[in-house]
């Protein structure tokens, strides 16, 4: 597809998901108490996009994740929370 | 259009996503076994959940006109308890000479820990000295990349694992060459909210190739879509691949692996 084939069927998308994270982001800043790790590292992933050729979802799923390789003694729950604490 | 459903686990839907399913060109679905939200007390429950997949839900597929298969093993997030999950293991082999079993999955890893590491080995040797295919589950989210490293080098130390025999399941852009790098298939799942939607599994198919890759709803008892596959055909005509293509993405490619199992057979198509 052409760049401008792409940004006809997928711009007003976009668009409205960038919203929804400004927003996000105003609704937190709003908010009383602390951030934790997650924003730390959706703050990381966020200064990763845009450069050409930065293989920007690839970049974003690494800056969520455990980098370690060593198995854990026991699981702290059954679920994923979506970022890596350290 | 004509696709196969590759990972849907139909014993948590209704009987109107069979026929909507079917509506939408769906030919076969295949159902691994996994958590059922709670975990299970004793081996008897795993016992009659193999026999809901082997026998039960089967016939109230075939009601809607649609071949059902699956697959059986214990899960990942049931795994922490290894004397339980060896207990499950030696069941297997009253089912895996089932019509409709096409082999050990989804194991996996679901946390990373060590117990779930051991069942899972134990798993794989399970499928190697019985020559059955395996479909494996990923972690989630954060969790994702380290299991995916750490269930590769468990496959690859066993010696009697056949790449092709794997399907690595739930890949994203950050393990899909890990995995197609290992010579082991990739399978995208389609969440509304997490895993990949259809625009992300579609970049995905552009940048590393259609070889080895299928898509899959994994359609259960959470937020999840029974039509997910369909939609993301209707989204690649959007992106004008050819129709050749989408055949070959949602229902070459998962019959080409599939029928590697002796017991994956489709009315009026031979063996691949």
Redesign the interface.
Known sequence: MTRQQVLDLYFMDARSKLIDIAAFMDRLERSSGEEDFRMKAFREALSQLGPAGADNARQVLLKFSDPTLEPIAVAPGKGACGAWPG | MRYIEPHAHMVSRVTDDYTRMRLAGCEAVCEPAFWAGFDRNSAEGFYDYFCQLTEHEPKRAAKFGLPHFSWLCINS?EA?NTALAAEVVALLPRFIDKPNVLGIGEIGL?????N??KVLEMQIDFAARHNQLILVHT????????GT??ILDALKQHPRIQPGHVIIDHV???TIRLVLDAGMWAGMTLYPESKCTP??AI?MVETCGVDRVWLNSACDWGVSDPLAVPKTALEMQ???HSAEMIDRFIYQNPLKFLSQSPHFRLPGISKL
Request: no cysteine; proline share 4%.
């Open positions: 997030k922490e679901n946390k990373n820990t060590r779930e590491l972690p989630h989210l954060e969790d994702k990349l380290k490293r750490l994203e852009e950050h625009a992300r970049d959007r992106r004008t």
